[in-house]
């Protein structure tokens, strides 16, 4: 096969072919792109898990260390807010450096980081070592996309990325039923130390099997300026959107913060302009299909972590399921998710990604206005259909939104395409909560008041209309300590119908950002530098 042209990223009009500079294959099993590509996928079901499974260790974990519920939140804030941040930057140091170096180090130090967080006495170091989580979490996954790329040829490299995005998936959906168990039979700290043993078998494979690529062009030198100002302007997009639903999106820090990302961002943008070798060459954005796999996979995330943030607390508080079944009940997502990943590979190879991308966004809002439909009464027949419907949408979304965004990238670009892939869905995920999460709140704000009254319940002063307020938006009834039975029934009855109503209204929004998303697939195509790896290694 030969290489593509790449995208000239210094400025100085000159075209280089990137070929890996060691393009050798190695003995035995080194480098071989299968048992490559299991390697990375132990790896980067670490992070996936940790993403969900940490949910279900907070109440254990703030009942053991006398925890508040806003030092439990900073559990899972800190380490989105890491790994959000660092993603583009780290992709960039697996250019630099070598992908096959930066994953290990990863692996090492997310485990590393997961021992010690089981091994913590005080929430302070908890969330502290989630930190050091997100950043370690950060260098391995798009390293692991720079090493698949630059391990596959072209017509294999959708079917690896359909098993890396089921990894990810399945890792992401079972979250929640493994944490349950390990946190009802054995304690929260085992949430956090299973990462050691996989740890160890991944730095072991990785040492084994993994050959290091390197582009010949490959970046020789820091934008230490342009990683500055990327990073504060990632850390004030995301610090706005975790913070929104405590302050409010009214509230002046929240714009403020938005303002500043803005401000950093424009800098950002023209200070590339100007560097000899930048972090993120703006030529890359020409590049019409690369940008429209970004929106899409920032689109994709609003809709289905947006969408799926409620319905955990729809099946745990709304259904009274305990964690590990709330988890069961998903698991028609995940499954679709694990069948339809590979697949959608190969559809993606044999028609290119514009039909199957479009497809899985269009199914992906019928499903969410599917779930727009549930009522507290719905059984569990028609959840299923719509979980199992979101699930074979995503597939080709996840598999196909990778491909064109890494696959246009040129190959000494492999990490930051990689790092710009993560970072969209994390970005998109959060976006996704902070902007479903008001528009719940609004919702259940403007109902609950008119179902209160209409149930014949007392009515309540502003302060204790907050606070049910608040309970309801995560499908909790209100109910003070000696209520009598029969109002308790009534005010269950009142919340988990104003809680639904909430719910619906943000899976119809969910539904919109989906079919918004239809129409920017079509934007997207085959990756025009895909085959700049191809032909290493052993297939």
Same mark, same amino acid.
């Given at each position: ?91 960039? +140091?697996? !250019? ?10 990863? @692996?090492? &130090?997310? %485990?590393?980081? *997961? $021992? /010690? ?92 099997? +993994?050959? !290091? ?10 934008? @230490?300026? &342009?990683? %500055?100002?990327? *990073? $504060? /302007? ?306």
């Amino acid at each position: 096969m030969t290489s593509q042209t790449t995208i000239d990223t210094t400025g100085s009009g000159d075209k280089a072919p990137a070929t890996p500079s060691d393009a050798t294959p190695g003995k035995g099993l080194r480098g071989h792109p299968w048992f490559t590509l299991i390697t990375v996928a132990v790896g980067v079901m670490m992070v996936a898990l940790d993403g969900t499974i940490v949910a279900i260790a907070n109440p254990a974990i703030g009942d053991d260390l006398k925890a508040s519920l806003a030092q439990l939140q900073w559990i899972t804030n800190a380490y989105f807010l890491a790994l959000a941040v660092s993603l583009i930057t780290a992709g960039k +140091l697996g !250019d630099r450096f070598g992908h096959r170096q930066t994953f290990l180090i990863g @692996v090492i &130090g997310f %485990a590393a980081a *997961s $021992g /010690a967080i089981g091994l913590s006495s005080s929430i302070g170091l908890v969330v502290t070592f989630r930190v050091f989580q997100g950043l370690f979490g950060a260098l391995l996954m798009p390293a692991a996309l720079g090493l698949l790329r630059a391990t596959f040829p072209a017509e294999k490299l959708n079917m690896a990325i359909g098993i890396w995005g089921m990894v990810i998936g399945a890792s992401t959906a079972g979250g929640p039923i493994l944490g349950g168990v390990l946190v009802e039979h054995v304690n929260w700290q085992s949430v956090f130390f299973i990462n050691v043993p996989v740890g160890v078998l991944a730095v072991v494979l990785g040492g084994w099997i +993994l050959l !290091d690529h390197r582009a010949e062009n490959a970046p020789r030198s820091f934008d @230490v300026a &342009g990683i %500055a100002l990327l *990073s $504060g /302007a990632m850390f004030c997009l995301v610090w706005a959107l975790i913070k929104a639903p405590e302050w409010g999106w009214g509230d002046g820090r929240t714009w403020l913060f938005i303002a500043a990302s803005v401000v950093l961002f424009a800098a950002f943008a023209l200070w590339e302009k100007r560097v000899r070798e930048p972090l993120i060459p703006l030529a890359l954005f020409r590049s019409v299909p690369l940008s429209a796999g970004v929106v899409l996979m920032v689109l994709m995330a609003i809709a289905f972590m947006g969408g799926l943030f409620f319905v955990t607390f729809y099946l745990q508080n709304v259904h009274g399921m305990s964690p590990v079944d709330a988890g069961l009940h998903l698991l028609p997502l995940t499954g679709m998710m694990i069948v339809g990943s590979p697949l959608a590979g190969a559809m993606i190879t044999k028609f290119g990604p514009r039909i199957p991308l479009a497809g899985g966004m269009a199914l992906t809002a019928i499903a969410m206005y599917g779930m727009s439909t549930l009522d507290v009464n719905t059984g569990s027949g028609p959840m299923s259909l719509w979980f199992a419907l979101l699930g074979l949408g995503l597939a080709p979304v996840m598999v196909g939104a990778t491909e064109v965004i890494v696959g246009n990238a040129p190959m000494e670009l492999s990490g930051v395409a990689g790092g710009l892939q993560q970072a969209a869905m994390q970005i998109g995920g959060s976006l996704g909560t902070a902007v479903l999460g008001a528009v719940m709140a609004s919702k259940v704000d403007s109902d609950l008041a008119g179902n209160w009254t209409e149930a014949g319940l007392p009515p309540l002063t502003p302060a204790q209309e907050q606070q049910a307020s608040e309970a309801v938006q995560v499908g909790v009834a209100p109910v003070a300590p000696g209520t009598p039975d029969a109002v308790v029934g009534k005010i269950t009855d009142v919340a988990h119908d104003t809680f639904v109503s909430g719910m619906s209204l943000a899976s119809l929004v969910a539904a919109g950002v989906a079919v918004v998303a239809v129409l920017v697939a079509f934007l997207t195509k085959r990756g025009e530098n895909a085959e700049a790896g191809a032909g290493i290694g052993h297939i």
